[in-house]
């Protein structure tokens, strides 16, 4: 049982930068995969970014060259954030899935992929 926990969300102006953490504890191992999604009311959950064991790194069209996932060990799961603009508003939520298959062989940017979800934390930008 993998627990996870977002914090960092908040609410910032158009052009500025974020940083969101995702607080990992429970039973996980070397062969976890890990991801952000976003979701805003009425709209699907939309994956954003991808890390796998390897730390090969997989992202959403709408947030290439702007986001950036990254892993502290399996403890802490962070996703910069730059530019940001008001279609980025979103409840940003991580989640982990135990893999042995990496981010070139299955699309872990599917929300369907995974086991393990935080409950999410807000980020509103501004314009």
């Known amino acids: 049982q993998v627990q996870l926990m977002e914090s960092g969300g908040t609410s910032v102006q158009a052009g500025e930068s974020l940083r969101l953490s995702c607080e990992i504890s429970?039973?996980?191992?070397?062969?976890?995969?890990m991801g952000w999604f976003r979701q805003v009311p009425g709209k699907q959950r939309e994956g954003v970014a991808a890390?796998?064991?390897?730390?090969?790194t997989a992202y959403g069209d709408s947030v290439k060259g702007r986001f950036t996932i990254s892993k502290e060990e399996y403890k802490t799961l962070y996703l910069e954030m730059h530019d940001l603009n008001p279609d980025d508003t979103a409840v940003y939520s991580c989640?982990?899935?135990?893999?042995?298959?990496?981010?070139?062989?299955?699309?872990?940017?599917?929300?369907?992929?995974?086991?393990?979800w935080g409950q999410g934390t807000q980020v509103t930008v501004s314009s």
């Open positions: 989640a982990a899935v135990r893999s042995m298959y990496n981010v070139r062989e299955r699309n872990y940017l599917d929300p369907g992929m995974y086991r393990s």
């Open positions: 429970g039973e996980i191992y070397d062969s976890y995969c």
């Open positions: 890390i796998d064991a390897d730390s090969g």
